[in-house]
């Protein structure tokens, strides 16, 4: 709860007579217990902390098998499931907090004193979603500028989804499945209908997929063009790891029969960045490169870092750009084919007017799993 939040208190209100829910026998109160309890009161305006009295009252009927119940908290009601108030607070709480259902039936239980299961959730989420159109819905999450498009096929279902999502608040915007038989205007209609609902962005994000280019210059004529780094990266990852394999081919004879298991087991170690190695890769590695110096094994090495730098961090694009031409105007990894080819897919852009990635704007859920 952030500040400025008021705090609202509840008094309690016993009644004479209270009935068990468990044996539903109506007897008059005795008090078991009584304590406080906080939660958030479901008003997305006002953030309001609100103090309730849980009192439990002890169930006197020999058969019973509980010997207390908690009395149900006046407007949080505890055996009611769906009270307007808690939809109402579920439905926020998903939309204000970019949460997932199953956070948000924990924080029902532990704050409600409810079970709102997490289908129920998504029960209410939806009823109250189906009152607004998707323009209004768009218009009210707001959105940064930096829009990220990508498909994926869940797991579940045989076909693929179209989604958009906001690259800095991470939030999922619209998704769309694609039609069981689809042709090339799939990718420009779901476009064109993000933008007939208002939606402006200034940078679009995608991956390495040869329709997006097009399709965005052509809605979006202003809007700034980047690939995904979680798409860029394993084919920079694939040059630089086929720059290993053939080197390790060509060490032949005894001399090198032990060097060759351990080149192949720490192949992993040599792509990962330094920071990142385990206690095994960090004794290892640098004992390994003492007999690969000046081989294509250090140069990968080498590049690696650089590229974990530039993706990693650099803090602006005039910094990321700044390491990239000074890595092109090297001339170390030039004999290596592998890395040529590294270094023309980082610059590739230049001629085209695309710009390189590095990891500030994120694509959402899909993306970040990948890491
Ligand atoms: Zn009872």
Not at 81 to 106: E, F, H, K, Y
Request: charged share 25%; hydrophobic share 35%; net charge positive.
């Amino acid at each position: 709860m952030g500040q400025g939040s008021e705090l609202k208190i509840t008094e309690p209100r016993i009644p004479r007579s209270v009935r068990c829910p468990h044996c539903g026998l109506r007897q008059p109160f005795r008090k078991q217990c009584q304590y406080w309890r906080t939660v958030r009161a479901p008003d997305p305006q006002h953030p309001v902390l609100w103090r309730v009295p849980l009192v439990h009252a002890k169930c006197r009927n020999p058969a019973c098998p509980h010997r207390s119940f908690a009395l149900p908290i006046p407007g949080v009601a505890r055996y009611q499931r769906a009270t307007s108030q808690l939809i109402q607070a579920g439905g926020v709480g998903l939309v204000a907090d970019n949460t997932t259902l199953g956070r948000m039936a924990t924080r029902f239980a532990r704050s409600f004193n409810t079970t709102g299961s997490k289908s129920a959730l998504d029960r209410w989420k939806h009823r109250v979603a189906r009152q607004y159109d998707f323009p209004t819905i768009l218009r009210r999450l707001g959105i940064s500028g930096a829009l990220c498009l990508d498909e994926y096929k869940p797991r579940r279902s045989g076909r693929y989804e179209q989604l958009a999502g906001d690259a800095k608040t991470m939030r999922l915007l619209y998704l769309d499945p694609v039609p069981e038989f689809y042709g090339r205007g799939v990718t420009a209609a779901f476009c064109h209908q993000l933008a007939g609902w208002g939606l402006q962005p200034t940078c679009v994000i995608f991956d390495l997929l040869t329709t997006f280019p097009k399709v965005v210059a052509r809605v979006w004529p202003e809007a700034h063009q980047q690939f995904d780094h979680f798409h860029v990266r394993p084919w920079l990852w694939h040059y630089l790891r086929n720059a290993l394999i053939p080197f390790r081919k060509s060490l032949r004879g005894p001399r090198w029969e032990r060097h060759w298991e351990e080149l192949w087991e720490l192949k992993w170690g040599v792509l990962k960045p330094m920071d990142r190695w385990t206690f095994k890769e960090r004794l290892l590695i640098p004992e390994m490169m003492e007999i690969y110096a000046g081989t294509v094994v250090e140069q990968v090495l080498l590049f690696k870092e650089a590229l974990w730098d530039l993706f990693d961090d650099s803090q602006s694009k005039a910094e990321a750009y700044a390491k990239r031409e000074a890595l092109a105007r090297e001339a170390w990894w030039r004999p290596s084919w592998h890395l040529t080819k590294c270094m023309e897919c980082l610059l590739s852009e230049s001629s085209t007017g695309w710009s390189p990635t590095w990891s500030s704007p994120r694509s959402p859920a899909v993306g970040s799993r990948k890491r």
